[in-house]
């Protein structure tokens, strides 16, 4: 189920403006985006943020549709608007749409395109990360979230 969380605390940079169309605004990237269909480990996520003392707005979907529509202020989002997180956590094994095929999508567009995306998934095999790399993933955590490692991460992004 889709909910909103406020945990984290991400230095805030300046963003260009992110294209044409419905998205064209000065965005401000603010929060996380967790796409995550397993509540365990989505809220495992959420924790793990809050015990990193992040204090942003956390946004978690269950499937990559959801996580199109907040991006682009469409479906259930329509009210808020499109929508600039600072970074999105994704999980690779959502139904119907699959994290590599959301992935694809985000990358596609450029309004979307130069936003961090973390993968978040229980598959640590070698050539699954480097597709992921190939699709323009930021970086890759393996589950179940590590808070040292995540810190790690985050602080390599910039974020």
Partial sequence: MDSNHSRQNVKQRSDPEVGSGPISVKA???????????PTDSELAVETFKRASYTQPITVVSSGEAGLDYLFGTGSYTENGPQRPQ?????LGLPSMSGREFLRRVRADRRT???????????NRVAGMLECERLGASAYVTKPIDIENFV???TKLGL
């Fill in 28 to 38: 401000r990237a603010k929060g996380i985006l967790v796409v995550d269909d397993t």
């Fill in 87 to 91: 970074f999105i956590l994704l999980d």
């Fill in 113 to 123: 395109r130069a936003i961090p995306i973390v993968i978040h998934s229980t598959d």
């Fill in 152 to 154: 790690r991460i985050t």
